[in-house]
């Protein structure tokens, strides 16, 4: 079996920069149309181009969502947004809507179809119906255990599986929730949802005097729809020898902070895999830094079947042990500064730790002398964006992050 592949969300040409910079074998983008992340940055046809030149340069793959559930106006311009992806080489496009499937196959038959986790595929009957069709690979549900993922791979030889192991989990059945479109207007389905799971409930008795009545978790509020997020990092042996191919992160409207430092993470644990088996679980590092950033509290969903606490009742996210800092731009080792661009204020004094694939990860900088790009001497770091000259014998390169722990 071929080396696990790591699938890496990229929202923008920046975002698929920073996962290929940190690790990702692959990425999966949206265009501007036809895909469920409709609020992402997302990729114009030209941006695409790039983008596609820009992974094959680094040997890495880019596969394109077209995941949308499409209407009958949405055909003709779709049959031509395939021939383009065709045309421009993209590795894979990803598809929920059957009708799609067919019109991709029918107008672009180079185009590898990746079923998407959209289409609910919970049976090896299912995977092998899409093998019929010419399609190379499926994104399970989310829904799916250790063991049932394996039956699958089983019993449809030659299929390649993909699976979810990290990110935000939706409250409804793979995504196909309604919740958004009703209470808003903006569909889940079409790329607009609003994440109704996420808010904060009351609930109302209105036959009397119409109070809110007491539904209290906490003193936090109410999030009763609200899932946990899946982590899936010690698992990664398991779904190897299970014969899963690609293991995918969520998270296209997610920071470059975020991608960093879960991508990182993952390939971290997955080299470390390769090279001693299932005693890289044993390392304290990879989970330590996935609580570097955002998320909710982990759950390793169904994995091992059913499963009843995958909601998060204390809040709709909670802040990472770190805060972003820096990217860096450049390092020159002659004069001893990086050029770095600021995301959030830092002052002289402060402790920055190096986000990196490299050997400066973990590595810590104590702020002692910047400048701004005209040599002039910075104490306080407060100008959004402000690039500075941050003198540290650290050797830093571009792409590399740099972050400091909360207080």
Not at 35 to 52: K, Q
Not at 307 to 334: C, F, M, P
């Amino acid at each position: 079996m071929e080396k696990i592949e790591l699938l890496s969300p990229a929202g923008d040409m920046e975002k698929l920069k920073t996962a290929l910079y940190f690790g990702a074998d692959a990425v999966y983008v949206g265009g501007k149309n036809f895909s469920l992340r409709a609020l992402a940055g997302n990729f114009t046809n030209d941006e695409l181009i790039e983008a596609v030149k820009y992974t094959h340069e680094r040997n890495k793959k880019i596969y394109v969502t077209v995941n949308v559930f499409a209407r009958n106006n949405e055909i003709e311009p779709a049959e031509k947004y395939f021939k383009f992806l065709e045309e421009i080489e993209v590795d894979g496009v990803i598809i929920s809507d059957p009708g799609l499937i067919y019109v991709c196959s029918s107008v672009a038959p180079k185009l590898k179809i990746n079923v998407s986790t959209q289409a609910n595929s919970l049976n090896y009957k299912t995977v092998e119906f899409y093998k019929t069709l010419g399609v190379t690979r499926v994104i399970l549900a989310r829904e799916l255990s250790i063991n049932e993922i394996q039956t699958i791979i089983e019993k449809v030889p030659g299929m390649e599986i993909e699976t979810f192991v990290h990110g935000a989990m939706c409250i409804s059945m793979s995504g196909r929730c309604l919740l958004s479109d009703y209470l808003t207007d903006r569909s889940a389905n079409r790329g607009a949802c609003v994440q109704a799971c996420r808010w904060n409930y009351q609930i109302r008795e209105v036959n009397s005097n119409g109070n809110f009545l007491d539904m209290e978790e906490d003193g936090h509020g109410t999030y009763i729809l609200n899932s946990k997020d899946l982590n899936l990092l010690d698992e990664i042996d398991a779904l190897y020898s299970a014969g899963v191919c690609s293991l995918k992160i969520e998270g296209r409207m997610k920071s470059e902070y975020y991608l960093a430092t879960v991508i990182n993470a993952y390939r971290r644990a997955i080299d470390e895999f390769y090279a001693i088996g299932s005693e890289y679980k044993n390392n304290p590092l990879f989970q330590a830094e996935l609580n570097k950033t955002a998320h909710r509290e982990f759950t390793k969903g169904y994995f091992f079947g059913k499963n009843d606490r995958t909601v998060n009742y204390t809040d709709s996210q909670s802040k990472g042990t770190h805060k972003y800092i820096a990217n860096v731009l450049d390092y020159d080792s002659e004069k001893g500064f990086a050029t770095v661009e600021m995301r959030n204020r830092f002052k002289v004094g402060d402790v920055l730790e190096v986000l990196s694939p490299n050997d400066s990860f973990l590595q810590k900088i104590t702020v002692e002398k910047m400048q701004d790009e005209k040599g002039k001497d910075v104490n306080d770091a407060k100008l959004v964006q402000q690039r500075l000259r941050l003198y540290t014998a650290v050797p830093l390169a571009s792409g590399d992050i740099l972050r400091i722990e909360e207080e």
